[in-house]
Protein backbone atom coordinates (compact mmCIF):
# COMPACT_ATOMS: atom_id res chain seq x y z
CA UNK A 1 0.00 0.00 0.00
CA UNK A 2 1.85 3.33 -0.82
CA UNK A 3 1.58 5.48 2.26
CA UNK A 4 3.35 7.72 4.44
CA UNK A 5 3.16 7.04 7.80
CA UNK A 6 4.45 9.58 11.15
CA UNK A 7 5.15 9.28 14.38
CA UNK A 8 2.87 9.89 17.09
CA UNK A 9 2.13 12.87 18.99
CA UNK A 10 4.22 14.91 20.71
CA UNK A 11 4.25 17.26 24.06
CA UNK A 12 6.85 19.76 24.45
CA UNK A 13 7.75 22.54 27.15
CA UNK A 14 8.27 25.57 25.56
CA UNK A 15 11.67 26.70 24.46
CA UNK A 16 12.21 22.71 23.77
CA UNK A 17 12.92 21.09 20.12
CA UNK A 18 10.81 18.58 18.45
CA UNK A 19 11.63 15.43 15.79
CA UNK A 20 9.07 14.63 13.88
CA UNK A 21 9.42 11.32 11.34
CA UNK A 22 7.49 10.75 8.03
CA UNK A 23 8.38 6.91 6.45
CA UNK A 24 7.83 6.15 3.00
CA UNK A 25 5.96 3.35 2.30
CA UNK A 26 5.36 1.39 -1.31
CA UNK A 27 6.53 3.11 -3.91
CA UNK A 28 10.44 4.34 -4.12
CA UNK A 29 11.40 7.23 -1.92
CA UNK A 30 14.00 9.21 -3.93
CA UNK A 31 11.27 9.23 -6.72
CA UNK A 32 9.60 12.19 -5.06
CA UNK A 33 10.57 15.19 -2.66
CA UNK A 34 8.79 15.24 0.99
CA UNK A 35 7.15 17.96 1.81
CA UNK A 36 6.38 19.34 5.55
CA UNK A 37 2.70 21.52 5.78
CA UNK A 38 1.69 22.16 9.58
CA UNK A 39 -1.79 23.47 10.45
CA UNK A 40 -2.53 24.89 14.05
CA UNK A 41 -5.71 24.41 15.84
CA UNK A 42 -8.78 25.75 13.53
CA UNK A 43 -6.53 27.27 11.45
CA UNK A 44 -5.38 27.35 7.93
CA UNK A 45 -2.44 25.43 5.62
CA UNK A 46 0.95 26.26 6.33
CA UNK A 47 3.68 25.44 4.01
CA UNK A 48 6.96 24.62 6.18
CA UNK A 49 9.75 23.52 3.69
CA UNK A 50 11.27 20.39 0.88
CA UNK A 51 13.13 17.70 1.22
CA UNK A 52 14.94 16.14 -1.64
CA UNK A 53 15.93 12.52 -0.70
CA UNK A 54 18.45 12.04 -3.93
CA UNK A 55 20.19 14.94 -3.06
CA UNK A 56 19.72 15.96 0.91
CA UNK A 57 19.54 19.17 -0.21
CA UNK A 58 16.09 21.63 1.56
CA UNK A 59 14.26 24.57 1.16
CA UNK A 60 12.10 26.59 3.89
CA UNK A 61 9.76 29.08 4.39
CA UNK A 62 11.35 32.01 5.51
CA UNK A 63 9.63 32.65 8.83
CA UNK A 64 11.23 29.28 9.86
CA UNK A 65 14.63 29.98 9.28
CA UNK A 66 17.28 29.23 11.75
CA UNK A 67 15.33 27.04 13.71
CA UNK A 68 13.74 24.06 11.09
CA UNK A 69 16.39 21.43 9.67
CA UNK A 70 14.81 18.35 7.61
CA UNK A 71 16.99 15.23 6.57
CA UNK A 72 16.60 11.79 5.33
CA UNK A 73 18.08 8.59 6.17
CA UNK A 74 16.99 6.48 2.29
CA UNK A 75 18.19 3.26 4.18
CA UNK A 76 14.62 3.73 5.85
CA UNK A 77 12.97 5.84 3.57
CA UNK A 78 12.24 8.05 6.14
CA UNK A 79 12.63 11.66 6.65
CA UNK A 80 13.18 13.70 9.78
CA UNK A 81 11.65 17.60 10.36
CA UNK A 82 13.65 19.18 13.44
CA UNK A 83 12.16 22.38 14.70
CA UNK A 84 13.62 24.20 17.55
CA UNK A 85 13.02 26.82 20.23
CA UNK A 86 9.47 25.72 20.43
CA UNK A 87 6.49 28.06 21.46
CA UNK A 88 2.70 28.19 22.38
CA UNK A 89 2.56 28.98 18.34
CA UNK A 90 3.80 25.90 17.25
CA UNK A 91 1.38 23.97 18.49
CA UNK A 92 -0.29 22.44 15.45
CA UNK A 93 -0.68 19.13 12.93
CA UNK A 94 2.50 18.69 11.17
CA UNK A 95 2.02 16.95 7.98
CA UNK A 96 4.66 15.21 5.63
CA UNK A 97 3.16 15.07 1.77
CA UNK A 98 4.84 13.78 -1.04
CA UNK A 99 5.30 15.50 -4.50
CA UNK A 100 7.03 13.78 -7.72
CA UNK A 101 10.19 14.62 -7.97
CA UNK A 102 10.91 16.88 -11.56
CA UNK A 103 8.93 20.16 -12.25
CA UNK A 104 5.97 19.53 -9.95
CA UNK A 105 4.74 21.07 -7.26
CA UNK A 106 1.37 19.38 -5.90
CA UNK A 107 0.86 17.27 -2.93
CA UNK A 108 -0.52 14.21 -4.05
CA UNK A 109 -0.12 12.11 -0.82
CA UNK A 110 0.01 12.81 2.80
CA UNK A 111 0.14 11.29 5.63
CA UNK A 112 -2.05 11.50 8.16
CA UNK A 113 0.00 13.84 10.76
CA UNK A 114 1.23 14.14 14.07
CA UNK A 115 0.25 16.42 16.63
CA UNK A 116 2.83 18.73 18.39
CA UNK A 117 1.49 20.41 22.04
CA UNK A 118 3.91 23.32 23.22
CA UNK A 119 2.98 24.02 27.02
CA UNK A 120 4.63 24.52 30.22
CA UNK B 1 5.54 35.43 1.68
CA UNK B 2 2.15 36.57 2.20
CA UNK B 3 -0.61 34.11 1.61
CA UNK B 4 -3.12 34.05 -1.37
CA UNK B 5 -6.51 35.42 -0.85
CA UNK B 6 -9.45 33.16 -0.71
CA UNK B 7 -12.88 34.09 0.29
CA UNK B 8 -13.86 32.93 3.90
CA UNK B 9 -16.75 31.25 3.00
CA UNK B 10 -19.24 30.19 -0.03
CA UNK B 11 -22.02 28.55 -0.10
CA UNK B 12 -25.17 26.38 -2.97
CA UNK B 13 -27.80 23.95 -3.04
CA UNK B 14 -27.69 20.80 -3.65
CA UNK B 15 -27.04 20.41 -7.91
CA UNK B 16 -25.78 23.99 -7.95
CA UNK B 17 -22.48 25.16 -9.34
CA UNK B 18 -20.03 27.17 -7.46
CA UNK B 19 -16.79 28.98 -7.92
CA UNK B 20 -14.11 29.66 -5.33
CA UNK B 21 -11.29 32.02 -6.40
CA UNK B 22 -7.45 32.41 -5.27
CA UNK B 23 -5.86 35.46 -5.69
CA UNK B 24 -2.20 35.84 -5.42
CA UNK B 25 0.20 38.01 -7.57
CA UNK B 26 2.85 37.90 -10.67
CA UNK B 27 5.44 36.34 -8.77
CA UNK B 28 3.02 33.18 -7.48
CA UNK B 29 -0.61 32.43 -9.19
CA UNK B 30 -0.06 34.58 -12.17
CA UNK B 31 3.86 33.75 -12.71
CA UNK B 32 3.27 30.16 -12.99
CA UNK B 33 0.64 26.72 -14.04
CA UNK B 34 1.47 25.50 -11.05
CA UNK B 35 -1.56 26.08 -8.76
CA UNK B 36 -3.62 23.26 -6.92
CA UNK B 37 -6.28 22.84 -4.68
CA UNK B 38 -7.09 20.59 -1.63
CA UNK B 39 -10.07 19.29 -0.06
CA UNK B 40 -10.31 19.32 3.70
CA UNK B 41 -12.80 17.47 5.84
CA UNK B 42 -13.25 18.25 8.89
CA UNK B 43 -10.52 16.72 11.41
CA UNK B 44 -9.05 14.84 8.33
CA UNK B 45 -6.09 14.87 5.88
CA UNK B 46 -5.82 17.70 2.85
CA UNK B 47 -6.75 15.93 -0.43
CA UNK B 48 -5.36 16.86 -3.89
CA UNK B 49 -8.52 18.00 -6.24
CA UNK B 50 -6.84 19.81 -8.77
CA UNK B 51 -2.93 20.21 -9.64
CA UNK B 52 -1.58 22.39 -12.29
CA UNK B 53 -4.01 24.48 -12.83
CA UNK B 54 -6.76 22.37 -14.68
CA UNK B 55 -5.71 19.01 -14.44
CA UNK B 56 -7.34 16.22 -11.95
CA UNK B 57 -5.57 13.34 -10.21
CA UNK B 58 -7.40 10.27 -11.00
CA UNK B 59 -10.35 9.48 -8.86
CA UNK B 60 -11.76 12.42 -8.73
CA UNK B 61 -14.78 13.46 -10.01
CA UNK B 62 -14.77 15.56 -12.92
CA UNK B 63 -17.46 18.22 -11.01
CA UNK B 64 -14.19 19.49 -9.69
CA UNK B 65 -12.64 21.93 -12.74
CA UNK B 66 -9.82 24.65 -12.37
CA UNK B 67 -8.78 27.51 -14.36
CA UNK B 68 -6.93 30.93 -13.68
CA UNK B 69 -6.33 34.20 -15.38
CA UNK B 70 -3.88 36.75 -14.58
CA UNK B 71 -3.42 36.65 -10.87
CA UNK B 72 -6.45 34.60 -10.28
CA UNK B 73 -7.25 31.04 -9.47
CA UNK B 74 -10.33 29.90 -9.65
CA UNK B 75 -12.26 26.12 -8.96
CA UNK B 76 -15.77 25.15 -9.63
CA UNK B 77 -17.52 22.24 -8.47
CA UNK B 78 -20.57 21.21 -10.36
CA UNK B 79 -23.80 19.79 -9.12
CA UNK B 80 -23.02 20.17 -5.96
CA UNK B 81 -23.44 16.83 -3.11
CA UNK B 82 -23.69 17.11 0.79
CA UNK B 83 -20.24 15.53 0.90
CA UNK B 84 -18.56 18.27 -0.85
CA UNK B 85 -19.06 20.34 2.29
CA UNK B 86 -15.71 21.26 3.45
CA UNK B 87 -12.95 23.37 3.47
CA UNK B 88 -10.80 23.97 0.41
CA UNK B 89 -7.31 25.65 0.27
CA UNK B 90 -5.55 26.78 -2.87
CA UNK B 91 -1.71 26.45 -3.37
CA UNK B 92 0.73 28.04 -5.53
CA UNK B 93 4.13 27.96 -6.13
CA UNK B 94 6.32 30.65 -5.94
CA UNK B 95 9.16 32.55 -7.63
CA UNK B 96 11.42 31.97 -4.41
CA UNK B 97 11.27 28.10 -4.93
CA UNK B 98 9.01 27.54 -2.09
CA UNK B 99 4.36 26.86 -1.87
CA UNK B 100 1.98 29.08 -0.24
CA UNK B 101 -1.44 28.39 0.62
CA UNK B 102 -4.74 30.25 0.48
CA UNK B 103 -6.24 31.09 3.71
CA UNK B 104 -9.10 28.10 3.19
CA UNK B 105 -12.37 28.81 2.09
CA UNK B 106 -15.57 26.61 3.63
CA UNK B 107 -17.85 25.08 1.59
CA UNK B 108 -21.58 24.97 3.06
CA UNK B 109 -23.88 22.93 1.09
CA UNK B 110 -27.53 24.22 1.86
Known amino acids: QVQVVQSGAEVKKPGASVKLSCTAS????????MHWVRQAPGQGLEWMGI????????AYAQRFQGRITMTGDTSTGTVYLDLSSLTSEDTAVYYCARVPMGPFWYLDLWGRGTLVTVSS | QSALTQPASVSGSPGQSITISCTGTSSDVGGYNLVSWYQQHPAKVPKLMVY???KRPSGVSNRFSGSKSGNTASLTISGLQADDEAVYYCCSYTTSGTLVFGGGTKLTVL
Open chain 2, 52 to 54: EVI
Open chain 1, 26 to 33: GYTFNQYY
Open chain 1, 51 to 58: FNPSAGST
